[in-house]
């Protein structure tokens, strides 16, 4: 019996009437764990009861205490009839059970009803004593802390990076339980938000275990979906990466900044690349491999790590190379995947590209909820795909990877993406401190394959940083960009959109067409997203992210991207237009003008992104360079095993342009597409990734916010064409919305927009030929600034390069400073900030609170007077923030890192005035201070903090 | 192609001033369009109509979520439902509260009554304030009626604590209050010139002279947080007081003591202003018609045609003598004073009381 869980009931507060008699509400209290229950007296006749119950104590197993929620049912109590439930809160215990994380769980939290919405606030206090047990067969993992941040957390030193951890749960889904057609849609609701609830927590706790069992403390970059798979269950899987983290705390000043200094290695240089060639070279950004009906359901061993051998050839690992990532204690993996996207400096050696593989299933029931096998075996054959993609490209490891599906009544698309790379081996071994290899900027950009054998067609040049190593003429990446990367003007947004119509069918023909299209759409994606960024010169792509949906009738293809101009990288050519029929004058004519726009719309391009290479370089090319080119050909020819060189020409990815057939109707299209995208409005900056390249001065002042949108197509005969132009101008539309809504906040930078596109069944509504669409995107704003410490920035923004501010600052202060005066006893609410980005500008971490992983449900059936499905969805999404809110203050947090709403599905039945939204948010609860508040702080604090912030630089 | 579906939820809650004022003033979705396009947000935003439609509709749906918390605001300040910072919280409260002068005007000492609320159609068309926004308004009035009512202590302390309100608008809602409480008759067409910030000066006069509550204001001065107890009520005038004020009779009924008050007065007057000969005239009228309105106040439908005697047998006659309001405050001044002068007079604390009030009140209702 190892622990003990404590939990008091003080008080409520605006509690909804119960008694229309007496306009009051006799209320108490239910708090449940397991299957003990405990009861609060009532309350009589208030509605702000205070309860200040004694101390419920709950005698657990430690495993419980992770798989299971604490459970607050507020009740009326009522004399002749049953008690009404009022409302209640879930409260997640898995925080204290850490040592690093909260003591305890105090504060106000909303009273939650799955018909009715928060319903006034309870205020709860919960303590977990934990007793040590060393059983070594012991089955729960406390202790293992959790991070949705796909870094390394900012007041944490990694020791160790251990690698992939991935789990599944399965279950059946109680929406689809015969129960449910004689329980209330409450009752129904309740089961399913505390089945997801239990499912979760029994995953952390399995991968808590895979941790532990590779020696790990901590899963960095955890990522947790939901596939609600309908009729044949309920899936909840995970992935991450098992890390040693050691806490940065004050005292521990002696040891050495994070990541720098450490004796030299000897070894310094990038290591030798693999060699490793495969028949066949697919390319690198979209080996989308089809097939329908998975029926061999291999026995999948549950073990930590994938296991490689079988799959390997076994050409494939130079015997040098692999000694580096012999883990003492551990299984041998030498394509080890990273859901990291940010790295500390010199982890990553070479990037080699994007690696991404779909692949199309039909859901079957799940009949022994078990053993998940076959939806394991589905995701383990994905990730050896990935794996191998990535040994094409001469890489040993994916970083940045994400997975992830879409379902559409039986059919599933799973999806995986992630970077090829090579890391630097010594942060996989223990006292792995030092930034190691490569002191120049442009190391990662070098190519890690074989430029002979090149996985796919690409100019190579050499490096237009260090002139020594070959680089491609574009990047694209997953990952964040690296703090190293030297890169010439700003970044931006770039979205690639794509609408492929498809007929109507089931099961395997379904499927088959599916997979078919598939192939196509990641070669149209790839195509726009490389126009795009040549429209822009820029050359290289970050935190690139494909999302495939699948809808009865259409399939949805979003690509999305930050673009920027690495300087070690050549500049792009621009863009030529060629006609086939070049004899026709009129013709001529019409090419002309089109290229002539495009032509401008680059130079404009240039302009807005503040783009300007130094154009000297091939004139410089001709006399001095070549000595140094020469020496330093020797050199690499004799640091590294084989180099015959290529006498590639530097100027030669200059002057080859993108050619454009306009002939083609696909390119017609193309020219279409990339000419409407509208220009961002001035004072707006906007991009994918954690931090905007180019921009380097952030105010603390920040909004984060969330949009939805679901747009009925009324013909559904339209062609590919008309759908992309739709489609095209939902997503414009909605960027305009923002930049218009945020208009005065200039300068202003989107960060981390995060598009999901969905075509949800519409099964309820019977309505034909109507397709819904649906647009959800997560942004957090930021605003650059000249980085002064403010209080108050959140509404006063700081001009970016002069030094004049707009003022409304003192006013706001005053009137704040009256707010005070009038405002009522009683402690204020604390301002809870949230933020996709995994920290918050202009401030420091400097605790982590635990990972919040909430899931919630709303049904409605009076959606008319709720305002209609906007009202619903708007109130909806404001308690599910109200809720996170209220949850990381009670763990005494003032900010969500790496916020996300992983899911959000809305069906709704206006016939019957009834809706439904399900919504899955998680995050980092963390405790932030000001850099400001940081000068009262001793010296040895703040020499630390540079230290620790220079891994990210850009703030 | 339609929108089906359009939600903008942010944490910390942005609100455009702009558009909660046209919210507020009860415009329609469309009609707030149509007022900001005018307005020309739009100029220098590559934006069309559409997107300002899904804007104010959005905003339009937090004010509306917002609505409920901002009938009790000190809720506002402890709900966890909205993030909403402390400056923007009294804003949108203050907001809420405010009210057009002109629809004001037409309710001021109305019974805040059902039958009230279905006039206010009426109201609407002739104020030109929106139906919607006039219901506000009148709800407004009514919540804070209902809940002063019951508290006890001083009126405009306990509403700026119960409803957070500057120390302005506490102070019009306590008149608000007051006029609805009394039932003071503003609304005959010779009251019509008076402004609601006439009325509301006169109100706060009212309350902090001859209410209960004003015996212990003047106490209060001297001892900060001695009596709550004491100070009852606010909204009613003194009863003791009132009976008092039938002692004032003596000014008129005696026939010395009037001709020796008014050969004071002349005393003090004669030269000092041109319309010294009116004055003379008409001051046995003039001193009739006030102490006449102090000696009828017992009686509670004189209490409610209060301003309107002020204005029939004061404020009237001295306009249409064309007296300045130089004139009149140097008439008022002097007839105060002189009563102390007579030796016969015993009620000097009374009268001073009265005086004080009804010179005031004079003075700031006396104009075109």
Same mark, same amino acid.
């Given at each position: 019996?190892?622990g003990?869980?404590?939990a008091?009931i003080?008080?409520g507060?605006?509690?909804?009437?119960? #008694?229309?008699a007496?306009?009051l509400?006799d209320?108490?209290v239910e708090?449940?764990?397991?299957?003990?229950?405990?009861?609060?007296?009532?309350?009589?006749?208030?509605?702000?009861?205070?309860?200040?119950s004694?101390?419920?104590?709950f005698?657990?197993?430690?495993e419980d205490l992770?798989?299971?929620?604490l459970?607050?049912t507020?009740l009326?109590h009522d004399t002749y009839s049953?008690?009404?439930?009022?409302?209640?809160v879930?409260i997640?215990?898995d925080p204290l059970?850490s040592?690093?994380a909260?003591?305890?769980?105090?504060?106000?939290?909303?009273?939650? #009803?799955?018909i009715h919405?928060?319903?006034? +606030?309870?205020n709860?206090?919960v303590?977990?004593?934990l007793?040590?047990?060393l059983?070594?067969?012991?089955?729960?993992?406390c202790g293992?802390?959790f991070?949705?941040t796909?870094?390394?957390?900012?007041?944490y030193?990694?020791a160790?990076?251990?690698g992939?951890v991935?789990?599944?749960v399965?279950?059946?889904?109680?929406?689809y339980?015969w129960?449910?057609?004689?329980?209330?849609?409450r009752?129904?609701?309740e089961?399913?938000q505390?089945?997801?609830?239990l499912?979760?927590g029994e995953?952390?706790?399995?991968?808590?275990?895979?941790?532990?069992e590779m020696?790990g403390?901590?899963?960095?970059?955890y $990522?947790q979906?939901?596939?609600?798979?309908g009729?044949s269950?309920?899936v909840?899987?995970?992935?991450?990466?098992a890390?040693t $983290? !050691?806490?940065?705390?004050?005292?521990?000043d002696?040891?050495?900044?994070v990541?720098?200094?450490d004796p030299p290695?000897p070894?310094?240089?990038p290591p030798?690349p693999l060699?490793?060639l495969?028949?066949?070279?697919p390319?690198?950004?979209?080996?989308?491999?089809p097939?329908?009906?998975?029926s061999?359901?291999?026995d999948?061993?549950?073990?930590?790590?994938?296991r490689i051998?079988?799959t390997?050839?076994p050409?494939?690992?130079?015997?040098p190379l692999? =000694?580096?990532?012999?883990?003492?204690?551990?299984?041998?993996?030498?394509?080890?995947?990273f859901t990291?996207t940010?790295f500390?400096?010199?982890?990553?050696v070479?990037?080699?590209?994007?690696?991404?593989t779909?692949?199309?299933?039909l859901? !079957?029931?799940?009949h022994?909820? !078990?053993?998940?096998?076959?939806?394991d075996?589905w995701w383990?054959e994905?990730?050896?795909?990935?794996?191998?993609?990535?040994k094409a490209?001469?890489?040993?490891?994916?970083?940045?990877?994400?997975?992830?599906t879409?379902?559409?009544?039986e059919v599933c698309?799973?999806s995986?993406?992630?970077?090829?790379a090579?890391?630097?081996?010594?942060?996989?071994?223990e006292?792995?401190?030092?930034?190691?290899?490569?002191?120049?900027?442009?190391g990662?950009?070098?190519?890690?394959y !074989?430029?002979?054998?090149m996985?796919?067609?690409a100019q190579?040049?050499?490096?237009?940083?260090?002139?020594?190593?070959?680089?491609?003429d574009?990047?694209?990446?997953?990952i964040d960009?690296?703090? +190293?990367a030297?890169?010439?003007?700003?970044?931006?947004l770039?979205q690639?959109?794509?609408c492929?119509?498809?007929?109507?069918a089931?099961?395997?023909?379904?499927?088959?067409s599916?997979?078919?299209?598939l192939?196509?759409?990641e070669y149209?994606?790839h195509?726009?997203?490389m126009?795009k960024l040549?429209?822009?010169?820029m050359n290289?792509?970050?935190g690139?992210?494909?999302?495939i949906?699948v809808?009865?009738?259409?399939?949805?293809?979003?690509a999305?991207?930050?673009?920027v101009?690495?300087s070690?990288?050549?500049?792009p050519?621009?863009?030529?237009?060629?006609g086939?029929?070049p004899?026709?004058?009129?013709y001529?004519q019409?090419?002309?003008?089109?290229?002539?726009?495009? #032509?401008?719309t680059?130079?404009?391009n240039?302009?807005?992104?503040?783009?300007?290479?130094?154009?000297?370089?091939?004139e410089?090319v001709?006399?001095?360079?070549?000595?140094?080119?020469r020496?330093s050909?020797?050199?690499?020819?004799?640091s590294?095993?084989?180099?015959?060189?290529?006498e590639?020409?530097?100027s030669?990815?200059?002057?080859?342009?993108?050619v454009?057939?306009?002939?083609d109707t696909? =390119?017609?299209?193309d020219i279409q597409?990339l000419?409407?995208?509208?220009?961002?409005? =001035?004072?707006?900056?906007?991009?994918?990734?954690?931090v905007?390249p180019?921009?380097?001065?952030?105010?603390?002042g920040?909004?984060?916010?969330?949009s939805v949108r679901?747009?009925?197509l009324?013909?559904a005969?339209?062609?590919n064409?008309g759908l992309?132009?739709?489609?095209?101008d939902l997503?414009e539309? $909605?960027l305009k919305?923002?930049y218009?809504?945020l208009r005065?906040?200039i300068?202003?930078?989107?960060?981390?927009?995060?598009f999901?596109?969905?075509?949800?069944?519409?099964e309820?509504?019977?309505v034909?030929?109507h397709t819904?669409?649906?647009?959800? $995107?997560?942004v957090?704003v930021?605003?650059p600034?000249?980085?002064?410490?403010?209080?108050q920035?959140?509404?006063s923004?700081?001009?970016?390069?002069?030094?004049?501010?707009?003022s409304?600052?003192?006013?706001g202060?005053?009137?704040s400073?009256r707010?005070?005066?009038s405002l009522?006893?009683?402690?204020?609410?604390?301002?809870v900030?949230?933020?996709?980005?995994s920290?918050l500008?202009g401030?420091?971490i400097?605790k982590?609170?635990?990972?919040?992983n909430?899931?919630?449900?709303?049904?409605t059936?009076?959606?008319?007077e709720e305002g209609?499905?906007?009202g619903?969805?708007?109130?909806?999404?404001?308690?599910?923030?109200?809720m996170v809110?209220?949850?990381?203050?009670?763990?005494?947090?003032?900010?969500?890192?790496?916020y996300?709403?992983?899911?959000c599905?809305?069906?709704?039945?206006p016939?019957?005035?009834? =809706?439904?939204?399900l919504?899955?948010?998680?995050?980092?609860a963390?405790?932030?201070i000001?850099e400001?508040?940081?000068?009262a702080?001793?010296?040895l604090?703040?020499s630390?903090?540079?230290?620790s912030?220079?891994?990210d630089?850009?703030? | 192609?339609s929108?089906?579906?359009d939600?903008?939820v /942010?944490?910390?809650?942005i609100?455009?001033?702009?558009?909660?004022?046209l919210w507020l003033?009860?415009?329609?979705?469309?009609?707030?369009?149509?007022?900001?396009?005018?307005g020309?947000?739009?100029?220098g935003c590559d934006?069309?109509?559409?997107?300002?439609?899904?804007d104010?509709?959005?905003?339009?749906?937090?004010?509306q979520?917002?609505?409920? *918390?901002?009938?009790s605001p000190?809720?506002l300040?402890n709900?966890?439902?909205?993030q909403?910072?402390?400056?923007r919280?009294?804003m949108l409260i203050?907001?809420?509260?405010?009210? @057009?002068?002109?629809?004001?005007r037409? /309710?001021?000492?109305k019974?805040?009554?059902?039958?009230?609320?279905?006039d206010?159609d009426?109201v609407?068309a002739k104020?030109?304030?929106?139906?919607?926004?006039c219901?506000?308004?009148?709800?407004?009035f009514?919540?804070?009626?209902k809940?002063?009512?019951e508290?006890?202590?001083?009126?405009v302390e306990n509403?700026?604590?119960?409803f957070? *309100?500057?120390d302005?608008?506490?102070? @019009?809602?306590?008149?608000?209050?007051f006029?609805?409480n009394?039932r003071?008759e503003?609304?005959k067409?010779?009251?019509?010139?008076?402004?609601?910030?006439?009325?509301a000066?006169?109100?706060g006069q009212?309350?902090?002279?001859?209410t /209960?509550?004003?015996l212990?204001?003047s106490l209060?001065s001297?001892?900060v947080?001695s @009596?709550?107890?004491?100070?009852d009520m606010?909204v009613d005038?003194e009863k003791?007081f009132?009976?008092?004020l039938?002692?004032l009779?003596?000014?008129i009924?005696d026939r010395?003591l009037?001709?020796?008050h008014k050969?004071?007065?002349?005393t003090a007057l004669?030269?000092?202003t041109?319309a010294f000969n009116?004055?003379?005239?008409?001051f046995k009228?003039l001193?009739r018609?006030?102490?006449?309105?102090?000696?009828?106040?017992?009686?509670?439908?004189?209490?409610r @045609?209060?301003?309107?005697?002020?204005?029939?047998?004061?404020i009237?006659?001295?306009r249409?003598?064309?007296?300045?309001?130089?004139d009149?405050?140097l008439?008022?001044?002097?007839?105060?004073?002189?009563?102390?002068v007579l030796?016969?007079?015993k009620h000097?604390?009374?009268?001073d009381?009265?005086?004080?009030?009804?010179?005031?009140?004079?003075l700031?209702?006396?104009?075109?």
């Amino acid at each position: 019996m190892p622990g003990k869980l404590k939990a008091k009931i003080v008080a409520g507060r605006h509690l909804p009437v119960m #008694d229309r008699a007496s306009d009051l509400t006799d209320a108490f209290v239910e708090v449940k764990f397991g299957n003990t229950t405990f009861k609060t007296d009532v309350f009589p006749k208030s509605l702000n009861p205070q309860w200040n119950s004694e101390w419920f104590k709950f005698e657990v197993d430690d495993e419980d205490l992770q798989d299971e929620p604490l459970q607050i049912t507020v009740l009326d109590h009522d004399t002749y009839s049953a008690n009404d439930a009022i409302g209640k809160v879930y409260i997640d215990i898995d925080p204290l059970l850490s040592c690093e994380a909260a003591t305890v769980i105090s504060g106000w939290f909303p009273i939650y #009803d799955t018909i009715h919405g928060i319903r006034g +606030e309870i205020n709860v206090l919960v303590k977990v004593d934990l007793f040590n047990d060393l059983n070594r067969f012991r089955q729960s993992s406390c202790g293992v802390k959790f991070f949705c941040t796909t870094s390394i957390p900012r007041c944490y030193r990694v020791a160790l990076v251990h690698g992939f951890v991935e789990e599944l749960v399965v279950n059946e889904d109680p929406e689809y339980q015969w129960i449910d057609r004689i329980r209330t849609p409450r009752a129904s609701n309740e089961a399913r938000q505390r089945l997801i609830s239990l499912m979760s927590g029994e995953l952390q706790r399995k991968i808590g275990l895979k941790v532990l069992e590779m020696g790990g403390n901590a899963v960095v970059g955890y $990522l947790q979906c939901f596939d609600l798979e309908g009729e044949s269950g309920l899936v909840v899987r995970a992935i991450g990466t098992a890390c040693t $983290l !050691d806490k940065l705390s004050p005292g521990t000043d002696s040891k050495e900044p994070v990541f720098s200094e450490d004796p030299p290695h000897p070894l310094s240089g990038p290591p030798t690349p693999l060699r490793t060639l495969p028949s066949s070279s697919p390319p690198p950004f979209s080996p989308s491999k089809p097939c329908s009906r998975q029926s061999s359901s291999s026995d999948t061993d549950l073990s930590l790590t994938p296991r490689i051998g079988k799959t390997s050839p076994p050409s494939s690992p130079s015997p040098p190379l692999s =000694a580096p990532f012999l883990i003492p204690s551990q299984k041998l993996t030498e394509f080890p995947i990273f859901t990291l996207t940010c790295f500390p400096p010199g982890f990553l050696v070479h990037v080699g590209g994007v690696v991404s593989t779909r692949s199309v299933k039909l859901l !079957d029931r799940i009949h022994n909820p !078990d053993e998940p096998e076959t939806r394991d075996a589905w995701w383990e054959e994905i990730r050896q795909e990935i794996k191998s993609h990535a040994k094409a490209l001469g890489c040993h490891a994916v970083v940045g990877y994400s997975e992830s599906t879409s379902i559409c009544e039986e059919v599933c698309i799973l999806s995986a993406s992630g970077t090829a790379a090579m890391l630097n081996p010594r942060f996989m071994r223990e006292g792995c401190l030092d930034t190691g290899g490569s002191d120049h900027s442009c190391g990662f950009v070098h190519i890690p394959y !074989d430029e002979f054998n090149m996985p796919f067609p690409a100019q190579l040049t050499y490096c237009y940083h260090c002139r020594r190593q070959k680089v491609p003429d574009v990047l694209f990446t997953t990952i964040d960009l690296p703090a +190293e990367a030297e890169v010439t003007g700003k970044g931006c947004l770039i979205q690639a959109r794509l609408c492929r119509t498809k007929k109507k069918a089931q099961g395997e023909v379904n499927a088959t067409s599916i997979s078919n299209l598939l192939p196509f759409m990641e070669y149209e994606l790839h195509t726009q997203l490389m126009n795009k960024l040549k429209l822009r010169s820029m050359n290289a792509l970050f935190g690139l992210r494909i999302q495939i949906s699948v809808g009865e009738n259409m399939l949805l293809g979003l690509a999305s991207a930050t673009g920027v101009y690495l300087s070690a990288l050549p500049a792009p050519g621009g863009i030529q237009i060629a006609g086939k029929t070049p004899s026709d004058l009129s013709y001529d004519q019409h090419i002309s003008t089109m290229q002539k726009r495009i #032509d401008d719309t680059i130079a404009k391009n240039k302009e807005l992104y503040n783009i300007h290479p130094p154009e000297c370089i091939e004139e410089v090319v001709g006399s001095p360079i070549p000595d140094r080119q020469r020496s330093s050909r020797l050199f690499r020819s004799t640091s590294e095993s084989s180099d015959e060189l290529s006498e590639l020409d530097l100027s030669h990815g200059k002057k080859d342009a993108f050619v454009l057939e306009i002939d083609d109707t696909d =390119a017609v299209e193309d020219i279409q597409s990339l000419l409407t995208d509208a220009p961002i409005p =001035a004072g707006f900056y906007s991009c994918n990734t954690e931090v905007m390249p180019g921009i380097y001065n952030w105010t603390s002042g920040l909004q984060m916010f969330t949009s939805v949108r679901v747009y009925r197509l009324s013909n559904a005969n339209l062609t590919n064409q008309g759908l992309n132009k739709i489609f095209t101008d939902l997503c414009e539309n $909605l960027l305009k919305s923002l930049y218009f809504k945020l208009r005065s906040m200039i300068p202003c930078c989107l960060c981390h927009l995060n598009f999901t596109v969905a075509v949800p069944e519409e099964e309820l509504i019977q309505v034909r030929g109507h397709t819904y669409l649906k647009i959800e $995107l997560c942004v957090f704003v930021c605003f650059p600034g000249s980085g002064e410490n403010e209080e108050q920035l959140q509404f006063s923004m700081e001009l970016f390069s002069s030094s004049e501010r707009c003022s409304p600052l003192p006013e706001g202060r005053s009137r704040s400073l009256r707010s005070t005066r009038s405002l009522p006893c009683g402690a204020p609410v604390t301002v809870v900030k949230m933020t996709p980005l995994s920290f918050l500008p202009g401030t420091r971490i400097v605790k982590y609170l635990g990972i919040i992983n909430m899931f919630f449900i709303r049904e409605t059936t009076s959606l008319r007077e709720e305002g209609g499905v906007s009202g619903f969805l708007h109130s909806f999404i404001a308690e599910v923030f109200a809720m996170v809110r209220a949850h990381v203050a009670a763990l005494g947090g003032n900010a969500l890192v790496s916020y996300s709403m992983k899911e959000c599905v809305f069906m709704e039945n206006p016939n019957k005035n009834q =809706a439904q939204c399900l919504i899955n948010v998680s995050g980092d609860a963390v405790i932030f201070i000001r850099e400001s508040d940081q000068e009262a702080i001793p010296p040895l604090l703040s020499s630390r903090q540079t230290s620790s912030t220079g891994a990210d630089g850009t703030t | 192609m339609s929108v089906e579906l359009d939600v903008f939820v /942010v944490n910390t809650t942005i609100m455009d001033e702009e558009v909660y004022q046209l919210w507020l003033d009860g415009y329609t979705v469309n009609d707030a369009v149509k007022v900001r396009m005018e307005g020309g947000v739009l100029e220098g935003c590559d934006a069309s109509a559409e997107v300002l439609h899904s804007d104010t509709m959005d905003q339009y749906r937090t004010f509306q979520m917002c609505e409920r *918390l901002l009938h009790s605001p000190v809720k506002l300040a402890n709900q966890l439902l909205f993030q909403i910072p402390p400056h923007r919280q009294t804003m949108l409260i203050e907001r809420y509260y405010a009210f @057009d002068s002109v629809f004001v005007r037409e /309710v001021l000492g109305k019974k805040l009554s059902k039958g009230t609320k279905k006039d206010l159609d009426d109201v609407s068309a002739k104020t030109g304030v929106t139906l919607k926004s006039c219901r506000r308004q009148f709800d407004n009035f009514k919540r804070v009626f209902k809940v002063v009512e019951e508290l006890k202590g001083p009126l405009v302390e306990n509403i700026r604590k119960h409803f957070l *309100l500057s120390d302005n608008l506490a102070r @019009d809602y306590a008149a608000i209050v007051f006029f609805a409480n009394n039932r003071f008759e503003t609304g005959k067409k010779k009251l019509h010139y008076l402004t609601f910030q006439d009325f509301a000066f006169c109100a706060g006069q009212l309350i902090n002279n001859w209410t /209960v509550g004003a015996l212990g204001e003047s106490l209060r001065s001297a001892f900060v947080f001695s @009596d709550n107890m004491v100070e009852d009520m606010d909204v009613d005038l003194e009863k003791e007081f009132l009976q008092d004020l039938k002692e004032l009779k003596i000014l008129i009924t005696d026939r010395d003591l009037l001709d020796q008050h008014k050969s004071l007065v002349c005393t003090a007057l004669r030269g000092k202003t041109k319309a010294f000969n009116e004055m003379e005239a008409n001051f046995k009228n003039l001193s009739r018609g006030l102490v006449n309105i102090a000696a009828k106040l017992t009686n509670t439908k004189d209490v409610r @045609d209060f301003f309107i005697d002020l204005v029939e047998k004061f404020i009237e006659p001295c306009r249409s003598d064309k007296w300045t309001a130089g004139d009149m405050r140097l008439y008022l001044t002097h007839y105060t004073n002189s009563a102390h002068v007579l030796d016969t007079f015993k009620h000097q604390v009374v009268w001073d009381r009265y005086m004080g009030v009804i010179k005031s009140c004079i003075l700031k209702m006396y104009h075109d």
